[in-house]
């Protein structure tokens, strides 16, 4: 997952609104969005190569998200798979305090990470280059692959782009937010970000939609929450920037 941008508590009939796109390589083989077999509480993709997610929710509620924090070199196989640490906290009971916390003791154990966990009326952010718990304020936000809302171009174009059209009505278009994930536009050089890898690369993963020979955005979601935890998720997927197809699940919130 390499973009996230979301608006908490600041609309009239949505504590929620998510729109995401999860950059990966083509080839790391991956199931779309669907309850898990093995944890049917559970609805969110699936990494099949190490098992975990990047973004998913559960039947009572329970919220995580993942972003990789970008380094120049970001290949260690002595870490333990990311993907856990949101498939961690969606098959457990601590609250999300209490779980980064928990990742904080370890977060040396992981490559550089951007964590989101909680739920449609709190949410809490932890990264382990920062190793700060931080509960997120109401508003509308943005998470690349740096900090939560670093100004970067995507992050700022994002932001703007969802709370534009929130602004516009108060029912929410789902295929107007996935319209603004395909936005490709790369961002010029001069404000490119510098993360440590050359300039042509940077140039390349600087739109919200990702499309290179190797690697790209595989899915885009919106999730969306409303005031009465009516919950619903909608995964996009493509292939080599292709469209797929739509998974869309609706469902009431378990009293936890």
Known sequence: ???????????????????????????RPTMPAHFWEDNPNILAGRDLRRMGTWLGVTKKGRIAA??????????????ISRGELVSAYLSGNMGP?????????????YSGFNLIVGNPDHLFYLSNRQNKILEITAGTHGLSNHFLDT??????????????????QETININ????????????EDINLPNTGVNIELERKLSPLF???PNYG???STILLVDKSNHLTF??????????QCDNQFTFQIEQR
Not at 155 to 161: A, F, I, Q, R, T
Not at 234 to 243: A, D, H, I, L, Q
């Open 234 to 243: 909608v995964e996009r997927t493509y292939s080599k920037g292709k469209f």
């Open 151 to 168: 100004p970067w171009p995507k992050v700022v174009k994002g932001k703007e782009k969802l709370k534009e059209h929130i602004m516009e």
């Open 210 to 212: 990702i499309k290179i």
């Open 217 to 219: 955005t595989r899915s």
């Open 66 to 79: 993942l972003t990789n924090f970008r380094e120049a070199d970001q290949q260690n196989t002595n870490k």
């Open 1 to 27: 997952m390499c973009l996230i941008n979301f608006q908490l508590h600041d609309h009239p009939i949505y504590k929620l609104v998510l729109a995401a796109n999860r950059d990966e390589f083509y080839e």
């Open 97 to 109: 305090q209490n779980y980064l916390e928990s990742i904080q003791k370890n977060a040396n154990n």
């Open 176 to 187: 107007k937010l996935f319209q603004f994930l395909t936005d490709m536009e790369e961002t």
